[in-house]
Every structure is written in structure tokens, then in C-alpha cells.
């Protein structure tokens, strides 16, 4: 049992304030006050090895803000229901060619493209590049009308422009 005395001392928003006559975890409870001004029974291990750093609101604020990125990263990426980060990313690490839409398919490459959630396929080619430059037709043709639309996302399409040399 750890009677140690950690009066007024600070863990995070919480103060502790004085211990109670409860054992949890093996430890004493302390009273403790928190910032936002809500009071809370903490064993005295969880404020020591930083387990505790709050009555709750901490995490209940950190839960909130993490929904909130979330759904703000989601409205930003999805234009005209255009996944936008997917347009604008670097070729998958995973793709087998380094070339976003160009997989080899039995001895040849392969060229598709996603868009819009359909995936369209673009034909089978002898030499990768080939395979490359109908998918760049594809993007041309297909983000093309889209881009029109809208300018301000074009900025990271010249990136991808330049990854298909
Ligand atoms: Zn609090």
C-alpha cells in the first residue's frame, strides 16, 4: 500500500488533493480536482505512471477534435463525390510497376484507372510505358472535365503529370 504524499501535486489537468480512505488497484485513492473544475477519485498509481491525466474531459475533448478532423479531412477530399486525395497521392507503394494504374497482367502491362469509385479498365500493352500513356489519356479525359470544374485542385495534379514523365 502506497501511503506517499503527493498533496497539491500536479498530474496533467488534475491536482491531487487528498487521499481517501479507498483502496483501488492496490493503491490509495486520492481526491483530486480538475481544471475544467470537476473533482474525481484517481488511485495514486494511475497519476504516477501517467495513466490518469484528467477527470475525462481530456480525452472526451481529444475524442471530439479527432471526429471533427476527420470528418473535415473527409468533406476536403471528397469533391462531386471525387475521393480528391486519391487524384492528387503518389502512385501506390504497393503497385508492382511504380506507376499509379499500371499493373503487369500475364506477361503485359495491364492499365486501369479509378474514378468515382468505378474502376475502368484501359487495355493490355506489350511495354509498360504504353501502358503509362493510356492511362495518363485516361486522367486527361476523364479528371480533365473535373479539373475544369474545379482549378483549385489542379495544383496537384501537375505532380502527378510529372510522375508519368
Ligand atoms: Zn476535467
Request: aromatic share 6%; with cysteine.
Amino acid at each position: 500500500m502506497n501511503l506517499k504524499d503527493i498533496a497539491n501535486r500536479r498530474f496533467g489537468r488534475l491536482v491531487a488533493i487528498r487521499p481517501t480512505d479507498q483502496i483501488r488497484h492496490h493503491t490509495r485513492v486520492w481526491l483530486c480536482h480538475c481544471d475544467c473544475g470537476n473533482a474525481c477519485l484517481v488511485p495514486l498509481n494511475d497519476l504516477t505512471n501517467k495513466i490518469v491525466r484528467s477527470c475525462g474531459c481530456l480525452s472526451r475533448e481529444s475524442r471530439k477534435e479527432k471526429v471533427k478532423m476527420l470528418r473535415k479531412a473527409r468533406e476536403k477530399s471528397l469533391v462531386d463525390g471525387t475521393d480528391v486525395s486519391v487524384l492528387i497521392s503518389a502512385p501506390d507503394k504497393r503497385s508492382q510497376t511504380g506507376v499509379r494504374g499500371v499493373c503487369p497482367d500475364r506477361g503485359k502491362y495491364r492499365a486501369y484507372i479509378t474514378f468515382q469509385g468505378k474502376r475502368h479498365y484501359l487495355g493490355r500493352y506489350e511495354k509498360p510505358e504504353d501502358a503509362a500513356k493510356a492511362r495518363q489519356q485516361a486522367e486527361d479525359r476523364l479528371w480533365g472535365e473535373f479539373f475544369e470544374k474545379h482549378p483549385e485542385l489542379k495544383e496537384g495534379k501537375k505532380d502527378i503529370g510529372k510522375k508519368f514523365g
